[in-house]
């Protein structure tokens, strides 16, 4: 027995997940980052790489899916 057969639900929610992964993929993310506090640079740094690796995961024609939002103090 294979390891996806051991981890496989026998009820079908497998196909379920499935279904809602390939939804959620196609879901809009917005990422805020920046802001005023004395961790602006951190905030800066880590929400553009959230950013684009979000963005680079986003199936093809799906433009526009992650937007970034920098917050200016």
């Known amino acids: 027995m294979s390891a996806a057969e051991v981890t496989r639900p026998l009820d079908g929610s497998w196909t379920r997940w499935e279904s809602r992964a390939a ?12 802001g005023t506090s004395s961790e602006r640079e951190v905030s800066l740094t880590s929400g553009k790489a959230m950013a684009k690796a979000l963005a680079s995961g986003s199936p093809e024609g799906v433009p526009g899916r992650v937007l970034e939002v920098a917050i200016d103090p």
Do not use: M, Q
């Open 23 to 34: 939804e959620l993929a196609r879901t809009p993310v917005v990422v805020l980052y920046g």
